[in-house]
């Protein structure tokens, strides 16, 4: 079974910045895909970005193209997500995924004045 340990939610103004992980453990030939989804309240869960981990190509959801940024680091089986230009729109609590079934247990990020 795969775990999911994310860290790096928090509070911040519009405009700013977070950087959001999450490291995968429990199975030694996860990942090929990492992704990020979101859920704001009262919306269903959107996606946010996901990398393939072999090649590192990505494709961002809407809310995310122009502002984030997805890396990853294959040694320490993470992935990263820059936010950048943070709106309070993005408030969320943000789940990472990896090859589809396996979830994180979520990270709350808040962007308000």
């Known amino acids: 079974q795969v775990q999911l340990v994310e860290s790096g939610g928090g509070s911040v103004q519009p405009g700013g910045s977070l950087s959001l992980s999450c490291a995968a453990s429990?199975?030694?030939?996860?990942?090929?895909?990492m992704s990020w989804y979101r859920q704001a309240p009262g919306k269903e869960r959107e996606l946010v970005g996901v990398?393939?981990?072999?090649?590192?190509?990505?494709r961002y959801g809407d809310p995310a193209k122009g502002r984030f940024t997805l890396s990853r680091d294959n040694a320490k089986r993470s992935v990263y997500l820059q936010m950048n230009s943070l709106k309070p729109e993005d408030t969320a609590v943000y789940y990472c995924?990896?090859?589809?079934?396996?979830w994180g247990q979520g990270t709350q990020v808040t962007v308000s004045a």
């Open positions: 995924n990896a090859d589809v079934v396996n």
């Open positions: 429990g199975v030694a030939d996860c990942c090929q895909a």
């Open positions: 990398i393939r981990m072999g090649s590192g190509v990505t």
